[in-house]
């Protein structure tokens, strides 16, 4: 060709770069030609010092971040705490309701903290009753005085020659004081509202570990009926597979049918996936219950009870409501909180009277220890409020209010504890009714499934009889299992409507 363009000149590098060798003819050509081929020249070297470097900063980057990388992964090791410390539990814990009870009353942090808050309250009890007491203190000091004597006269010298300062001197002394309150009914009044608070925090206390026990209580019943819900479960899917079993070899025998033999399997299915709910919920209500035990996560937990059922009398409503009042934690607390107000306010009406104190202290006093002399201070002093800017009024108002108040929860409680007992005794005695009709709905149950499935077995009729007794069956297991929950759960909620938890199961 006699001429290149830009177009050409662009199509002639491509032809370069892929390796095609270009000859040229005519100076200007050649001189394009040279261009092409130096500019591709130098493109080359430039690449490969640029791939050198890359891979020069990739290898020290790769070199550093693997030192880098393997130093921190080993201080996160080293410094990462345990959140399970100690080795984890390789055997179950086999518990008894019993033993739950009184494992729950040592480790469980609600009634730990209501005996800590107890605690407290006998400390403060302990406070109001020093005020009471006679108090002594020692003390020891040397110290340098210098007085300005002007300071005393105004400024003045009262005579010529006066001096204006004294000292400095030195000033020792050492010796016990000593003081107690002679009569105070407002400190004697506060000491008996502290007091009735101790009991009531007491009675608190009380009752936070009588609701732990009931806790603790109805988590193991429920555990217990989640555990009987998998082994009916567990029986329910056992016949199932048996009675599909069956409809199968009847089908192969040329006596029953496809369609009997599907119906039996889809209620082995469903059967199958009661059964995957029923662990599951098992499994749920013993994690609720290590939590309330306070026990190590990893620890795994067995019951060693089962849900029974043991005829127990009726009692009376009248008697249990006046034994309930009798014997709830409450309702002392709340009776100790209004006995503490009353003092209150007995303090609060003790305080516009005089009160009589006697002080005194012995003291060795001198210039220095050797030249100390003997000296002592005794007196009574009395004192009595004149003008407190209506400060002891308005005490005495709030304590009347807060009275007040106390008597409108003492009336709402007796007539909670009165709805409790009612609703304990109905339902004990509505659970024992349901635990004798579902006892005898599964022995009939148990006996209309033998009967149809021998009529299946004889060929007299089909298997849907068959499945209709199963879920008869199921529901009758159901009901079983539910009844007897309800019974233990009504005879602990009677336990606890009536103040006794701790009696009946903290054994």
């Given at each position: 060709?006699?001429?290149?363009?830009?177009?050409?000149?662009?199509?002639?590098?491509?032809?370069?770069?892929?390796?095609?060798?270009?000859?040229?003819?005519?100076?200007?050509?050649?001189?394009?030609?040279?261009?092409?081929?130096?500019?591709?020249?130098?493109?080359?070297?430039?690449?490969?010092?640029?791939?050198?470097?890359?891979?020069?900063?990739?290898?020290?980057?790769?070199?550093?971040?693997?030192?880098?990388?393997?130093?921190?992964?080993?201080?996160?090791?080293?410094?990462?705490?345990?959140?399970?410390?100690?080795?984890?539990?390789?055997?179950?814990?086999?518990?008894?309701?019993?033993?739950?009870?009184?494992?729950?009353?040592?480790?469980?942090?609600?009634?730990?903290?209501?005996?800590?808050?107890?605690?407290?309250?006998?400390?403060?009890?302990?406070?109001?009753?020093?005020?009471?007491?006679?108090?002594?203190?020692?003390?020891?000091?040397?110290?340098?005085?210098?007085?300005?004597?002007?300071?005393?006269?105004?400024?003045?010298?009262?005579?010529?020659?006066?001096?204006?300062?004294?000292?400095?001197?030195?000033?020792?002394?050492?010796?016990?004081?000593?003081?107690?309150?002679?009569?105070?009914?407002?400190?004697?009044?506060?000491?008996?509202?502290?007091?009735?608070?101790?009991?009531?925090?007491?009675?608190?206390?009380?009752?936070?570990?009588?609701?732990?026990?009931?806790?603790?209580?109805?988590?193991?019943?429920?555990?217990?009926?989640?555990?009987?819900?998998?082994?009916?479960?567990?029986?329910?899917?056992?016949?199932?597979?048996?009675?599909?079993?069956?409809?199968?070899?009847?089908?192969?025998?040329?006596?029953?049918?496809?369609?009997?033999?599907?119906?039996?399997?889809?209620?082995?299915?469903?059967?199958?996936?009661?059964?995957?709910?029923?662990?599951?919920?098992?499994?749920?209500?013993?994690?609720?219950?290590?939590?309330?035990?306070?026990?190590?996560?990893?620890?795994?937990?067995?019951?060693?009870?089962?849900?029974?059922?043991?005829?127990?009398?009726?009692?009376?409503?009248?008697?249990?409501?006046?034994?309930?009042?009798?014997?709830?934690?409450e309702w002392k607390a709340l009776e100790s909180q209004i006995k503490a107000a009353e003092f209150q306010k007995k303090a609060s009406q003790a305080s516009r009277l005089p009160s009589l104190r006697f002080d005194g202290d012995f003291a060795y006093v001198g210039t220095s220890g050797n030249t100390a002399l003997p000296t002592y201070t005794y007196q009574a002093s009395v004192n009595m409020p004149l003008f407190t800017g209506g400060r002891i009024h308005a005490q005495i108002v709030r304590a009347d209010l807060e009275i007040k108040r106390l008597d409108q929860q003492r009336d709402d409680l007796r007539n909670q504890i009165a709805l409790d007992v009612k609703t304990a005794l109905l339902n004990l005695q509505s659970a024992r009714n349901e635990v004798q009709v579902a006892n005898l709905g599964v022995q009939l149950s148990k006996e209309e499934v033998d009967q149809a499935r021998d009529r299946f077995k004889a060929?007299?009729?089909?298997?849907?009889?068959?499945?209709?007794?199963?879920?008869?069956?199921?529901?009758?297991?159901?009901?079983?299992?539910?009844?007897?929950?309800?019974?233990?759960?009504?005879?602990?909620?009677?336990?606890?409507?009536?103040?006794?938890?701790?009696?009946?199961?903290?054994?």
């Amino acid at each position: 060709m006699s001429f290149i363009d830009a177009a050409g000149k662009v199509l002639l590098k491509e032809i370069h770069r892929q390796g095609g060798q270009l000859v040229a003819e005519g100076c200007l050509n050649q001189a394009i030609v040279n261009e092409i081929v130096a500019s591709e020249k130098k493109g080359e070297n430039v690449s490969t010092k640029e791939r050198s470097k890359g891979s020069h900063i990739i290898f020290y980057t790769v070199f550093f971040g693997l030192m880098f990388g393997s130093t921190v992964a080993h201080a996160q090791g080293t410094n990462k705490p345990g959140s399970l410390p100690g080795n984890a539990p390789t055997q179950a814990l086999r518990l008894t309701l019993d033993q739950a009870v009184g494992l729950a009353l040592k480790q469980n942090t609600t009634a730990q903290i209501a005996i800590l808050q107890a605690a407290q309250s006998e400390q403060d009890k302990n406070i109001s009753r020093a005020d009471l007491l006679p108090q002594a203190s020692a003390k020891i000091s040397d110290e340098a005085q210098k007085v300005n004597l002007l300071a005393q006269f105004g400024g003045r010298t009262p005579f010529p020659g006066f001096p204006k300062t004294l000292g400095p001197y030195q000033v020792f002394s050492a010796g016990p004081s000593f003081g107690a309150p002679v009569f105070d009914l407002t400190l004697w009044r506060r000491y008996q509202a502290a007091r009735n608070t101790s009991n009531s925090s007491k009675a608190s206390s009380l009752s936070t570990r009588e609701q732990v026990i009931l806790l603790v209580v109805s988590q193991y019943i429920g555990t217990l009926r989640a555990v009987a819900n998998v082994e009916a479960s567990q029986s329910r899917v056992n016949l199932a597979q048996a009675l599909y079993d069956q409809a199968a070899d009847l089908q192969k025998e040329g006596v029953g049918t496809g369609i009997d033999t599907l119906r039996a399997n889809v209620e082995l299915q469903n059967e199958k996936q009661r059964l995957i709910e029923a662990e599951n919920d098992r499994e749920t209500s013993l994690f609720a219950l290590s939590r309330l035990l306070n026990l190590d996560p990893r620890q795994s937990i067995e019951l060693a009870d089962s849900l029974t059922f043991f005829d127990t009398p009726q009692p009376e409503v009248e008697p249990s409501i006046e034994f309930a009042l009798a014997e709830r934690q409450e309702w002392k607390a709340l009776e100790s909180q209004i006995k503490a107000a009353e003092f209150q306010k007995k303090a609060s009406q003790a305080s516009r009277l005089p009160s009589l104190r006697f002080d005194g202290d012995f003291a060795y006093v001198g210039t220095s220890g050797n030249t100390a002399l003997p000296t002592y201070t005794y007196q009574a002093s009395v004192n009595m409020p004149l003008f407190t800017g209506g400060r002891i009024h308005a005490q005495i108002v709030r304590a009347d209010l807060e009275i007040k108040r106390l008597d409108q929860q003492r009336d709402d409680l007796r007539n909670q504890i009165a709805l409790d007992v009612k609703t304990a005794l109905l339902n004990l005695q509505s659970a024992r009714n349901e635990v004798q009709v579902a006892n005898l709905g599964v022995q009939l149950s148990k006996e209309e499934v033998d009967q149809a499935r021998d009529r299946f077995k004889a060929g007299v009729a089909n298997n849907i009889e068959v499945i209709q007794a199963q879920d008869s069956l199921s529901r009758a297991n159901d009901n079983q299992i539910a009844a007897l929950y309800r019974f233990n759960q009504a005879r602990a909620d009677l336990a606890r409507s009536t103040g006794q938890m701790e009696k009946v199961y903290a054994k």
